[in-house]
Nanobody, 125 residues
Framework: QVQVVESGGGLVQAGGSLRLSCTAS????????MAWFRQAPGKEREGISY????????FYADSVKGRFTASRDIGTNTVYLQMNSLKPEDTAMYYC??????????????????WGQGTQVTVSS
């Protein structure tokens, strides 16, 4: 059974940092691409970061580019999202997702097969 579990969310002041973690089990971690999505109340789910199977390729949404960095540790089946210079508009539930197959439009949630339950990030002004 595949499990994807996020952690690391919390409350932080604007300008602060958080690091989210996502651990995947029940699958061959090195065979799946991973992505981070977020969803704020009343808004659609937004793809914000993608990291390839090897970690050699990353993509970011314009809204987080230059502030967020994705990485993965194959030894621990974990992907990370380092979030710096946080803004109130970054407040959302953050989700980790895994894709079995090659992903074209990485920002589209339909490309991903496995999802975590999410971790809440709240940025106060």
């Amino acid at each position: 059974q595949v499990q994807v579990v996020e952690s690391g969310g919390g409350l932080v002041q604007a300008g602060g940092s958080l690091r989210l973690s996502c651990t995947a089990s029940g699958l061959t971690f090195g065979a799946v691409a991973m992505a981070w999505f977020r969803q704020a109340p009343g808004k659609e789910r937004e793809g914000i970061s993608y990291i390839s199977r090897t970690g050699g390729t990353t993509f970011y949404a314009d809204s987080v580019k230059g502030r967020f960095t994705a990485s993965r540790d194959i030894g621990t089946n974990t992907v990370y999202l380092q979030m710096n210079s946080l803004k109130p508009e970054d407040t959302a539930m953050y989700y980790c997702a895994a894709a079995r197959d090659p992903v074209g439009r990485w920002w589209e949630s339909d490309n991903y097969n496995y999802w975590g339950q999410g971790t809440q990030v709240t940025v106060s002004s």
